[in-house]
């Protein structure tokens, strides 16, 4: 027995979908490829203007960065410990009151934590109670762009 013309017309149709389907993956390859050679030459722009600043510094400059450094180090490390702890006791305060506060310069801000739902027992309830897709809601896809 012969397939029929709507089975037929079915296959043709998901052939030219995967079709499609690998002709935009190709092409986005080939973007994702062409992003990546301009990262590159970003990437050796920078250090041939690091190179050639720093050739500029003599030896006996360097070694007055270095005295300077130095000198510094102590204190931005005390400096850094002390206002991590005073961010972490702000946000446990403010974490505490449940309500955003304001200074002159900064603001804490809270934001409750989020609703958590177990999807996958969601989706049993879901068969047998149709009605709960009413308050399912697809949130937006996002992309990163990652090194492979």
Do not use: C, N
Not at 78 to 106: C, M, N, P
């Amino acid at each position: 027995m012969y397939p029929d013309a709507a089975t037929i017309a079915d296959a043709v149709i998901d052939r030219q979908t995967k079709s499609e389907g690998d002709d935009i993956r190709f092409e986005i390859s080939g973007q994702l490829d062409m992003l990546a050679e301009l990262q590159a030459g970003q990437d050796a722009m920078r250090l041939k203007k690091q190179e050639l600043i720093d050739k500029l510094f003599t030896p006996q400059i360097r070694l007055e960065i270095a005295d300077i450094e130095a000198e510094f180090a102590d204190k931005e490390a005390t400096l850094s410990g002390a206002i991590a702890k005073l961010t972490k006791d702000v946000k446990d305060a403010v974490e505490q009151f449940g309500d955003t506060v304001k200074g002159q310069h900064l603001q804490a801000v809270y934001r409750r934590g989020s609703d958590l739902w177990d999807s996958t027992a969601l989706m049993r309830l879901a068969k047998r109670f149709p009605d709960i897709w009413d308050a399912h809601k697809q949130g937006k896809a996002s992309v990163a762009i990652r090194k492979v």
